[in-house]
């Protein structure tokens, strides 16, 4: 029988994350990843934004740790040459109803603790963004971008070199309290069972936290881990270079995302998306169909005024994994230790939507804490 110190479910951006902390003081580390390669699914299907901490509310885990992170993840990437620029971003009112919110916003971003978070005129936007239509904005200079695929890779790296093991094409499929820890079996490659066994589990399985979480037998319902599918899906418009930062508008109350926006990316692409889509069925369905450019196009074209729809090509999906149905708030993420549950040293890592790629590193540290 094999053993480990940890065990760690799914190689996404937050079991990579995880991993990397957890080795680094000579833990036997594993990580089990079902696909090819790590960071398939939602970490390389985002908006590959550093976000700044604006929306969320101050206190909230998504406050602290993506304000935490966007200093923390910055400097990893400049440690370890992965490509991030602080282009900055611009939320824009078009109309004077809207620049209410603005105000909403500024005081919650301003609350959080956001650097240099500033309302701004009409004739800044312009300067800023010749092409962009706007009567206010808000400007916060601290947001970036990120290439997120060298950031899986170099968490990775890291990972391995402290001694971290990584099992691709291994799914985890069932896991049980043993005698001071947890047998948990796996498919292999070759679709054989493989027992092993360890002291500590971090379920880091995204969109299947919640039903990983229920083979160790966690009432997932009661507990509130219970996630719903959210698609989010990009237009590219054909025009690079014509907007250089991130642009987006003022959030309609009650929708479950920012509204269309516009994501530039390092090379100078520019997107627009992600939109909201609620997901009848648990399907990982990354199709955008031609049809759906007509409700992008509606949404930005408010400003970026000549923008045409001949200009929008269908791009990626993803999908978050919310703990909030539609018209319910939003909930924080869930990382937690169960031993309240007689689930001691496993951790529950649910509801991890954005700003989940920005604090990536912080919520390793969380785990770590939650370990020691
Ligand atoms: C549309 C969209 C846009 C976003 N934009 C941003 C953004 O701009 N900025 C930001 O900060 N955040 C953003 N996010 C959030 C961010 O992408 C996520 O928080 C982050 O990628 C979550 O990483 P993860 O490791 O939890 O999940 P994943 O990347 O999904 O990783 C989970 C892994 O677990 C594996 N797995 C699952 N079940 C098993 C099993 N049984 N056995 C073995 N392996 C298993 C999966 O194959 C997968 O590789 C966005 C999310 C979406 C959907």
């Given amino acids: 029988m094999l053993h480990f110190d940890t065990v760690i479910i799914g190689a996404g951006l937050l079991g990579l994350g995880v991993a990397q902390r957890l080795s680094r003081e000579g833990r036997r580390v594993l990580v089990v990843e079902a696909r090819e390669r790590p960071a398939q699914v939602t970490s390389s299907r985002n908006s590959g934004v550093l976000h700044a901490a604006i929306y969320y509310p101050q206190g909230s885990l998504k406050a602290r740790l993506c304000l935490r992170g966007n200093v923390s993840l910055g400097q990893w990437c400049a440690d370890h040459d992965v490509g991030m620029r602080r282009v900055g971003k611009l939320i824009v009112a078009t109309a004077p109803e809207e620049e209410g919110a603005l105000e909403r916003l500024l005081t919650q971003?301003?609350?959080?603790?956001?650097?240099?978070?500033?309302?701004?005129?009409?004739?800044?936007?312009?300067?800023?963004?010749?092409?962009?239509?706007?009567?206010?904005?808000?400007?916060?200079?601290?947001?970036?971008?990120?290439?997120?695929?060298?950031?899986?890779?170099?968490?990775?790296?890291?990972?391995?070199?402290?001694?971290?093991?990584?099992?691709?094409?291994?799914?985890?499929?069932?896991?049980?309290?043993?005698?001071?820890?947890?047998?948990?079996?796996?498919?292999?490659?070759?679709?054989?069972?493989?027992?092993?066994?360890?002291?500590?589990?971090?379920?880091?399985?995204?969109?299947?936290?919640?039903?990983?979480?229920?083979?160790?037998?966690?009432?997932?319902?009661?507990?509130?881990?219970?996630?719903?599918?959210?698609?989010?899906?990009?237009?590219?418009?054909?025009?690079?270079?014509?907007?250089?930062?991130?642009?987006?508008?003022?959030?309609?109350?009650?929708?479950?995302?920012?509204?269309?926006?516009?994501?530039?990316?390092?090379?100078g692409e520019v997107k627009l998306g992600p939109d909201v889509e609620v997901l009848g069925q648990r399907v990982e369905d990354y199709g955008v169909p031609e049809a759906a450019a007509e409700s992008f196009y509606a949404g930005a074209v408010r400003y970026l005024p000549w923008l045409t729809r001949e200009l929008l090509a269908p791009d990626q999906a993803g999908i978050r994994p919310k703990l909030s149905q539609p018209g319910q708030p939003a909930r924080d993420f869930v990382i937690a230790e169960e031993s309240a549950r007689g689930l001691p040293g496993l951790i529950t890592l649910a509801g991890m939507e954005s700003p989940g790629l920005t604090a990536t590193l912080e919520i390793a540290d969380e785990v770590h804490a939650l370990l020691a």
């Fill in 109 to 267: 971003g301003r609350a959080n603790g956001v650097p240099g978070f500033e309302a701004v005129d009409g004739a800044f936007v312009k300067r800023l963004e010749p092409e962009v239509r706007a009567s206010a904005a808000l400007w916060s200079p601290s947001t970036g971008i990120i290439d997120v695929h060298a950031l899986a890779q170099s968490l990775s790296e890291v990972a391995v070199d402290q001694g971290a093991t990584l099992a691709l094409r291994h799914r985890f499929v069932g896991g049980a309290r043993v005698d001071h820890g947890y047998r948990l079996r796996l498919i292999d490659p070759q679709a054989e069972v493989i027992e092993l066994e360890c002291r500590e589990v971090v379920n880091a399985a995204g969109l299947h936290a919640d039903t990983v979480a229920e083979t160790f037998e966690l009432d997932v319902d009661a507990l509130g881990y219970r996630q719903h599918w959210v698609k989010g899906r990009y237009f590219r418009v054909n025009a690079p270079g014509r907007v250089k930062h991130l642009v987006y508008p003022v959030p309609l109350p009650g929708l479950a995302g920012l509204g269309v926006h516009v994501t530039v990316g390092l090379t």
